[in-house]
């Protein structure tokens, strides 16, 4: 990826933030990026995820969301037939596999972490900083070939959540990126930081169709639940690992 080419980068996580009411089915907290190329998402992954909708009869604005895919759920209710479901699934694994994107992956057993730390952090924090560490790519490569990324679109979990992970992104801004001791994930400085990623997040309503954000959402949950079941020959996590570049899990 050369300096000539801005990059998109899109958020999504997988279970939640919240410490205090740990689910033991899925303890974790998964956040996914999404690194693409701006032209090339405009002009071929987005028409793309376009006529697969038309393909299996859904209307442009049914947003692909993980959860209502997995429970056959509102737009979706005919993923009970069981051809129908099948097909479905082969075209999205096969529109995965087709398309030039890269996914880097933080997963943060929230049982663990708790007790890892002396003070209480945010586990979406923690992992977002170690998330953008590894999309800066490895130390050795050269400043000029690191993905020069012009926008963070994250989706938006609420006005006074969004403008927490607003200041955090600041911070990194001024402060850099921590590893918070992720063997890894590197620490990076505030200047590569300023350089290899834009001013501010992007957030999006959950009811806006975007498609790089569908498509993080999708990928979210089955590396999550790898991670929870260590176990990584789930058909979809064996699609996504083509594209994977990197998996961390936190603490």
Request: charged residues 25%; aromatic residues 12%.
């Amino acid at each position: 990826m050369g300096s000539v080419s801005n990059y998109l980068l899109f958020i999504d996580e997988s279970g939640t933030h919240d410490m205090a009411n740990v689910d033991p089915k899925f303890p974790v907290f998964a956040l996914l990026g999404l690194l693409v190329g701006e032209k090339y998402y405009a002009k071929t992954l987005v028409p793309r995820v376009r006529r697969l909708k038309k393909a299996h009869g859904l209307q442009p604005d049914a947003v692909l969301h993980s959860r209502h895919i997995r429970q056959w759920e509102g737009d979706f209710g005919f993923l009970r037939d069981p051809q129908r479901r099948q097909k479905f699934y082969e075209d999205l694994n096969q529109l995965f596999r087709c398309l030039r994107v890269r996914l880097y992956a933080v997963v943060i057993n929230k049982d663990r972490f708790r007790d890892h730390l002396f003070i209480p952090l945010n586990p979406y924090n923690v992992s977002l900083s170690q998330l953008l560490s590894l999309v800066c790519g490895p130390r050795w490569i050269p400043g000029p070939w690191r993905a020069n990324v012009a926008r963070v679109i994250a989706e938006s979990r609420g006005r006074r959540e969004d403008k927490e992970l607003q200041a955090v992104y600041q911070k990194f801004r001024h402060e850099g990126l921590s590893s918070f001791g992720a063997r890894a994930v590197q620490n990076r400085q505030p200047s590569t930081v300023a350089r290899l990623f834009p001013s501010r997040v992007d957030f999006v309503r959950k009811s806006r169709v975007v498609a790089g954000l569908e498509l993080a959402d999708l990928a979210a949950y089955p590396v999550g639940w790898s991670e929870v079941h260590q176990r990584w020959d789930n058909p979809s996590y064996l699609v996504l690992a083509e594209k994977l570049k990197a998996v961390v899990t936190f603490p």
